[in-house]
């Protein structure tokens, strides 16, 4: 079954490997146990698209952000791309639907508009690279807008506004899954194209990274898809472990929110220090589609999978 995951954060692995920081080299990317996301283990997890974040420590001085940025983007090109001729680029959603039998399509995007500053000609040369969904913040807050865990919980600045405006014309998705949820609801307002990339039920685990009931709602009333995270502290609330069937229990409440059509997977592999029993990296999705496959029809977990999110692409 093809499988579509909206956030991993193998880039951010590359550049630790690049700079010296955590691994002395780079990891293949092809295979390197390092990386929950390599090559070869989204081959045999059946996963036909895997989208790769921008994401740049907060720590970082900002005078660097956008050359950290930059040298992301650069490893997507030469360490995912030009070492591995069976990833292809999708630089246009609608790419997706082009691709042959074997090859993994490659989605850019960006966690977190710090790197740009103030400046959307930054911005606009993402596009051009390939971004093609932006999340205004990670946890804390920015020029754009607070993050959830930005105590003062204030919403979308002006310029916030004009970067999902911005997105708006030129069919960027705007993802609302570490915003904060004051900054939630003006994306709401202003964007034409919101999506969570990975996020799960407040409802079931109390934690500023999960979206509330009214929240969930609105996404879907939006026609967004809500893209559900493998982070067990995000399935259990207070907890580093997690079942398939705790997150099954989150896709659960969110049909019975009325989201059935806009249930997707971001695992956030390679970005998370905790995994679920069995889900370990890409190449365990069977396991997980094989637990949904007990629980509801073929034709629904294909949309979990993969359709959902093809059925909510840009205009």
Known sequence: MNIIDTHCDAL????????GKVFDHIPDFHDAPELQTNFS???????????FAIFILPDVPTNEQWQHALEQVDLFYTEVLGKNPAMKHIKNVEEIRELQSGEIGAVLTLEGADC??????????LYRLGVLSVGLT?????????????????GLTVLGKDVVQLNNEHQ?????????ERAFWDV???????????????????????????????LIEKDGALHVVFNPPFINEGST????????????????????????????????ENFIDGLENAAQYPNLINELLKHYP??????????????????
């Open 188 to 218: 709401i307002e202003t964007a034409a194209y919101p999506f969570a990339s990975h996020s799960n039920a407040r409802r079931l685990c109390n934690h500023p990274r999960n979206l509330t009931d009214e929240q969930i709602t609105a």
């Open 41 to 51: 283990r989204l081959q045999a997890g059946g996963v036909k698209v895997q989208f």
């Open 241 to 272: 472990d997690a079942k398939i069937a705790d997150l099954i229990r989150h896709i659960d409440h969110i049909c019975m929110l009325g989201g059935e059509k806009h249930i997707g997977f971001g695992s956030d592999f390679d970005g998370i």
């Open 12 to 19: 951010f692995k590359l550049q630790l490997g690049k700079r």
């Open 116 to 125: 740009i500053g103030n400046d959307l000609t930054k911005l606009k040369t």
């Open 298 to 315: 073929e034709e629904t977990v294909k949309g979990f999978a993969f359709k959902n999110f093809m059925n909510h692409l840009p205009e």
């Open 138 to 154: 990670w946890n804390p807050a920015n020029l754009c807008a607070d993050g959830a865990g930005e105590p003062r919980g204030g």
């Open 172 to 180: 960027i998705l705007t993802d609302v899954s570490h915003l904060s």
